[in-house]
């Protein structure tokens, strides 16, 4: 199967250089610079230092040169796939469309795959989606991923067409669940980045896993996902990966506000916005939700981490 990924960021890099192991990628760049230096180069050194691309991957910043792959991966953030189906949609054709990004969309509340069936009619959508570094994956250290598609026959395929001798894709038909669990860990992890820079301890950061991923279960359930989704690779495995390394991105940002320090903007951190698009989502009110609506609080500044942690502590207690 011939791939075409369209983004090449850090995930989308690592995916064509795992991806070119095995046969033909091609990887389009928005940018015709980094298109012709990943060219010369053979590296994406602005994404993914250190990363060497096989041969058989070919970097392109023309989106025709897509045309004849027969899986298409969508390696933008969240928040930017939209637009950029819509700048394309007339070449995006009748093929496999797979998002490899995590998080809710803030306009709409919709996850990935919803984005792309609402965006391109027809597209068979899938995600990838659980714990992985991209620099990892690209060194071909082992990694585990879930693969989710509504279609059995089309995620099997898929599932054939994408593992590697490294890469091994598990699969489910549940693309609300995996996409929620990858959204939602996002979330989990700037809080619990937030109370390890600030020092609140080991402890406090595995309640906040725990009861984090209480909530996932109930926006889960509140969207019809099955809960053994949430408990697999894409909810508790990258839950796990994302909360307690601080090669995350979403991790370091809550690192960074728990610190009182500044954080780049420009760094790709998909969970404020997630944060923000679950709490204002009509759908889930009254739905008990205490860590979302602290993080989306503490990500736009209208509350800090201390007065946030004592409200927390300050509820009433419950049954677990
Ligand atoms: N990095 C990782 O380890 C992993 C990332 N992911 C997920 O992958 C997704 C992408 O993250 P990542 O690759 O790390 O992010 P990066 O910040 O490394 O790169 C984002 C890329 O998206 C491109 N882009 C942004 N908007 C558009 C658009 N409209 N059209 C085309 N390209 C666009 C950017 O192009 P430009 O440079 O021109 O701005 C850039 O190349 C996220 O959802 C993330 O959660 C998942 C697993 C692991
Ligand atoms: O999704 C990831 C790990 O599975 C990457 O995490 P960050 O986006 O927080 O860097």
Not at 11 to 40: C, E, Y
């Amino acid at each position: 199967m011939r791939v075409g990924i369209a983004g090449a960021g850090a995930f989308g890099t690592a995916l064509a250089i795992a991806l070119g192991r095995k046969g033909p990628v091609t990887l389009w760049s928005r940018s015709a610079d980094q298109a012709a230096r990943m060219a010369a180069e053979r590296r994406n050194e602005a994404r993914l230092p250190g990363a060497d691309l096989p041969e058989t991957v070919t970097p392109t910043a023309n989106f025709a040169d897509l045309a004849n792959a027969d899986v298409l991966l969508l390696a933008m953030p969240m928040q930017q796939m939209r637009a950029a189906l819509a700048e394309h949609h007339a070449q995006l054709g009748n093929r496999p469309l797979v998002a490899c990004c995590k998080g809710i969309e803030l306009a709409t509340g919709f996850g990935p795959t919803g984005v792309i069936a609402e965006a391109v009619p027809g597209a068979i959508a899938a995600i990838l989606t659980g714990p992985s570094f991209a620099g990892e994956i690209a060194r071909g250290l082992p990694t585990a991923l879930t693969l989710a598609c509504a279609d059995p026959d089309h995620v099997q395929a898929l599932q054939r067409a994408l593992s590697t001798e490294t890469l091994r894709l598990y699969r489910t038909t549940d693309t609300a669940g995996a996409e929620l669990g990858g959204a939602l860990k996002n979330v989990m992890a700037i809080a619990c980045g937030a109370v390890i820079g600030a020092g609140l301890g080991n402890s406090a950061r595995a309640a906040l896993m725990t009861r984090g991923y209480a909530e996932m279960l109930r926006i889960a359930a509140a969207r019809g996902a099955r809960p053994e989704t949430l408990a697999g690779l894409s909810g508790f495995g990258d839950l796990t990966l994302s909360c307690t390394s601080e090669m995350s991105r979403n991790y370091q940002l809550g690192l960074a506000i728990g610190r009182g320090e500044t954080f780049d903007a420009t760094v790709t951190v998909e969970g404020a916005a997630t944060a923000r698009a679950i709490a204002a989502a009509p759908a889930y009110r009254g739905i008990d939700l205490p860590i979302t609506h602290a993080v989306a609080s503490l990500v736009d500044g209208r509350e800090t981490l201390p007065s946030i942690m004592a409200q927390l502590l300050a509820r009433s207690l419950k049954e677990e």
